[in-house]
């Protein structure tokens, strides 16, 4: 299954349909973010480094940021024949260095958190699986056959969403 899934880079999303399966590896800070129609069995995976783009001039990379990557991805996904009952699940956002300042320690990966969990809010996708936060990266992989969104944290233990 993971030798023919489709790789999402750090900072990239991709799009599939059933029966194809889709991987991003190395969620540290970075958040996961799996949204698919449950119906069409259409999805996609986005990898996200940033909670959001303001504080970046010039050509920004729109899938880097969390205000970015998930409209765009959402509409990305109805080209291809989603519909608007679009479900999430969402993994990573972890606090992978141990800084003495308590303020930077409030680091990017809740920003990350807090950042995805708003913009879904806001398109009205609900969260139904969430594996985030700790101090340990991910890999997570969405198999749109089955629907089922699999997290292998740092430790190997595997996790269904």
């Known amino acids: 299954m993971l030798e023919e899934a489709i790789k999402v880079g750090i900072g990239d999303y991709k799009v599939a349909n059933a029966p194809q399966s889709l991987i991003t590896v190395a969620l ?13 069995k259409v999805g996609g995976l986005s990898h996200i480094m940033l909670p959001d783009s303001t504080a970046f001039r010039g050509e920004k990379k729109v899938e880097k940021f969390a205000d970015l990557a998930i409209p765009s991805l959402v509409e990305d996904l109805k080209k291809i024949g989603a519909s608007p009952r679009l479900e999430a699940k969402i993994a990573g956002g972890a606090s992978m260095f141990k800084l003495k300042n308590s303020i930077a320690r409030e680091q990017i990966g809740q920003r990350n958190i ?41 430790q190997r233990e595997y996790l269904d969403l």
């Not at 958040?31 to 069409?40: M, R, T």
Request: hydrophobic share 40%.
């Open 28 to 40: 540290g800070s970075c958040v996961g973010i799996a949204l698919y129609d449950p119906i069409s």
């Open 114 to 154: 807090a950042a995805v969990k708003q913009v879904l809010s806001d398109l009205k996708i609900p969260i139904i699986g969430e594996h985030t936060g700790e101090d340990y990266g991910r890999t997570m992989w969405l198999d749109l056959e089955d629907l089922s969104v699999t997290v292998r944290t740092a």
